[in-house]
């Protein structure tokens, strides 16, 4: 038993290693939890990021930090293996076909064992956790059983699918007991807690949708904003993509829709910068998304760019935090339109950069921030016409909803759902 009256349990500590040493990776969930951990005693149990590296725990930024070390066949088994290449494709309703593979399940329980049990240790009697997402739903049910003494929380960032899906998944039984472990389970949307109730009502749960730190995002000056957009040829219209390269994100599906704009001759006049940063590169369905990506880029700017005039502006790298700021602040038509996502916070941050109620929200029905969104173009990414329909309505924007979105955003922080979650726990 420990010291820590309040336990945050995620995949990854919100650490980078950068050269020789660590530095704290600003995420909107450290910036609400941070003021938490600081007031209660607390601390934070996560996986450093780097492989076959034993480290010993260490503060920063006024939290304490509990390293769990993943070597190469964890990372390989529990990681890439079943939390992404089963759970993720599953929980995104199939989008591509998950690999059910036994060793890889295997691993996913013995480090679900690890964090669980480090855990343990690092509770004081009657402590609050709170475990985070779908790479650790065994550690509440291993946890209850280690010390049935604290009050356990779980909140699942990604979709929860229908039980017609989820009952594919060879280890469900499993899953679901190591869930029940918690005294209160969290989701995105009211969708995703109505699936999981309908295998399941033993435990409390609740819809808590996540935001993000709203007035942190980086205010851009003008001088940065023109300079932008000078340097993509200063369009009449600015579209942006920010987001992991991931097959449920939609890339490939909004550069279809502008292409065949372009072709229509219904769109002209415009640059499209995709900041796509680079995410699970050794998976196969990971490589292929790229690959797509890559050639329907090269083939739009083939067809209609001109010379030191590309239509599309494509960055695969990760871009640092301050810059995306000016990026948010000077596209016209912001574009995101995954397949299936738990909220998507790219939506959130656009909107909150534009405080004076410019620019328009090209926004699919699946993404868990339509619920909240709902002033934005909503489109359906299976459908490239409905697609196209948004992106021409938001070349003429109204104000009036993005001023309401905003303001919503501004009031809805993840500060304020953090102490939603932690009031209902
Ligand atoms: C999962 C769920 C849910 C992106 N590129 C760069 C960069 N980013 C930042 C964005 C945003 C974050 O990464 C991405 O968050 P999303 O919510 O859009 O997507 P996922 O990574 O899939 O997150 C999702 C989320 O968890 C939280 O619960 O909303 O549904 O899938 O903050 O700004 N940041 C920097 N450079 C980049 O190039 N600095």
Redesign the pocket.
Known sequence: MGDNEFVVVANRLPVDKVGDHYEVSP??LVAALAPVLRAREGCWVGWPGTIGETLEPFEFGGISLLPVALDKDDFEGFYEGFSNSALWPLYHDLIVQPEYNQAWWDRYVAVNRKFAEATAKAAAKDATVWVQDYQLQLVPGMLKALRPDVTIGFFL??PFPAPALFQQLPWRDEILEGLKGCDLIGF?RHTDEDNFRLLTEEIRSGTFP?S?DSGEIAAATNEQVEALRSAVGSPKHLLLG???L?Y?KGILQRLLAIESLLEEGKLSDIAFVQ?A?PSRERIEHYRTTRKQVEEAIGRINGRFGEVGRPIVHYVH?????EH?GTFYAAADIMLVTPFK??????AK?YVAAHPDADGALVLSEF??AAVELDQAYLCNPFDLESVKEAILEATDPDPARMRHMHDWVMEHDVAAWAKSFLEEL
């Open positions: 995420g909107g960032h990604i995105q996540i993000i920010v987001d992991r991931d449920t900041i940063t790298r990760s871009v640092p935090k995306l996502d738990g909220m998507n916070l790219v941050e993404a868990g």
